[in-house]
């Protein structure tokens, strides 16, 4: 606030209704106020102004001053306004206090993409856990929601304020926290769930899925079942042990640990073979040819496609 330019324009009668204001609280200011206007009113050359005043009677200009402003009720428009608007402040903070602590944060995060030629780990910032297999793609969209080509085994962070959701290429997954095995492919999507529930959602239809619980999609119809001989997250772990088990049930795990199709030319469904064996990171061509030597397994592989001719037990 320039004062000396408010009170000169009261002194030629000029001001408007805000400057009395401003002057009547610079005045009740404090007494010291009162003596530094009395000093001002006998500077000759206040501004452009007042030069055709220069003679005038000081004295008598600041018993005018004071008379008119003495007629008039004193005015505390600038104080209440001013504390208007720090009570108007304080209650806008804590509305957005108030609405910060209720409303969940949305942590911003980097979106990333993982294509894995191998197996891979990735450790999500929210704290989940996916395995994401060899010739898999996994894509975050946003903050605990994700895209999945090809098979990972999730362990997901509970957080009930942000549901996890996974996009399949057939329908959609979401969870609060749980552990589950997704397979997925443009020809057909499979969900295994080990801990918890999941929901999903196919063609305007909800299915919910406990531990236990096999969900197999192929042309387009769903097929649920108990849970399987063969665990479908087998594929995991990093040491597979076989006990006397048949050459049928060691190659359809193998099958499902190396996401690959297993054909048997003969049509039987078991065998007499009990193999004993253990298997750590080996590849599927080692292992095949090691079972040749235990059975006499003959067999081709085309396509993703392992097909077995004969075996002699």
Same mark, same amino acid.
């Given at each position: 606030?320039?004062?000396?330019?408010? %009170?000169?324009?009261?002194?030629?009668?000029?001001?408007?209704?805000?400057? =009395?204001?401003?002057?009547?609280?610079?005045?009740?200011?404090?007494?010291?106020?009162?003596?530094?206007? #009395?000093?001002?009113?006998?500077?000759?050359?206040?501004?452009?102004? !007042?030069?055709?005043?220069?003679? !005038?009677?000081?004295?008598?200009?600041?018993?005018?001053?004071?008379?008119?402003?003495?007629?008039?009720?004193?005015?505390? *428009?600038?104080?209440?306004?001013?504390?208007?608007?720090?009570?108007?402040?304080?209650?806008?903070?804590?509305?957005?206090?108030?609405?910060?602590?209720?409303?969940?944060?949305?942590?911003?995060?980097?979106?990333?993409?993982?294509?894995?030629?191998?197996?891979?780990?990735? *450790?999500?910032?929210?704290?989940?856990?996916?395995?994401?297999?060899?010739?898999?793609?996994?894509?975050? =969209?946003?903050? #605990?929601?994700?895209?999945?080509?090809?098979?990972?085994?999730?362990?997901?962070?509970?957080?009930?304020?942000?549901?996890?959701?996974?996009?399949?290429? *057939?329908?959609?997954?979401?969870?609060?926290?749980?552990?589950?095995?997704?397979?997925?492919?443009?020809?057909?999507?499979?969900?295994?769930?080990?801990?918890? #529930?999941?929901?999903?959602?196919? =063609?305007?239809?909800?299915?919910?899925?406990?531990?236990?619980?096999?969900?197999? !999609?192929?042309?387009?119809?769903?097929?649920?079942?108990? $849970?399987?001989?063969?665990?479908?997250?087998?594929?995991?772990?990093?040491?597979?042990?076989?006990?006397?088990?048949?050459?049928?049930?060691?190659?359809?795990?193998?099958?499902?640990? *190396?996401?690959?199709?297993?054909?048997? !030319?003969?049509?039987? =469904?078991?065998?007499?073979?009990?193999?004993?064996?253990?298997?750590?990171?080996?590849? %599927?061509?080692?292992?095949? #040819?090691?079972?040749?030597?235990?059975?006499?397994?003959?067999?081709?592989?085309?396509?993703?496609?392992?097909?077995?001719?004969?075996? $002699?037990?």
């Amino acid at each position: 606030m320039n004062i000396k330019k408010l %009170i000169t324009t009261f002194i030629l009668r000029k001001e408007d209704h805000e400057e =009395k204001e401003a002057i009547q609280h610079w005045k009740q200011e404090s007494m010291e106020n009162l003596e530094s206007l #009395r000093q001002m009113m006998k500077i000759n050359e206040l501004s452009d102004g !007042v030069k055709n005043y220069q003679q !005038v009677n000081t004295a008598s200009a600041w018993n005018k001053v004071e008379h008119r402003l003495e007629r008039r009720t004193p005015v505390y *428009h600038l104080v209440t306004f001013r504390n208007i608007a720090a009570v108007a402040i304080l209650l806008v903070i804590s509305l957005v206090a108030y609405q910060y602590v209720l409303t969940p944060s949305t942590p911003n995060v980097g979106l990333n993409t993982y294509v894995a030629s191998d197996k891979q780990d990735i *450790h999500l910032s929210d704290g989940s856990l996916i395995k994401l297999d060899k010739n898999s793609t996994l894509k975050e =969209k946003a903050f #605990r929601n994700i895209y999945l080509d090809g098979r990972a085994y999730f362990d997901i962070a509970t957080d009930k304020s942000h549901p996890f959701s996974i996009q399949l290429q *057939h329908g959609k997954i979401t969870v609060l926290g749980t552990a589950f095995n997704i397979n997925t492919s443009a020809k057909f999507s499979q969900i295994y769930v080990t801990e918890g #529930r999941v929901k999903y959602e196919y =063609k305007d239809t909800e299915y919910i899925l406990t531990a236990g619980d096999l969900l197999d !999609v192929v042309d387009g119809n769903v097929v649920r079942s108990a $849970k399987p001989i063969i665990s479908p997250e087998k594929w995991t772990h990093q040491k597979i042990v076989f006990e006397n088990k048949s050459l049928h049930e060691v190659l359809e795990t193998l099958s499902i640990i *190396h996401n690959m199709e297993i054909i048997f !030319v003969s049509q039987e =469904k078991t065998d007499l073979c009990k193999i004993n064996t253990s298997f750590t990171n080996e590849s %599927i061509d080692q292992i095949l #040819r090691e079972l040749e030597i235990l059975s006499g397994l003959k067999y081709t592989i085309s396509n993703n496609k392992i097909v077995i001719k004969t075996y $002699k037990c």
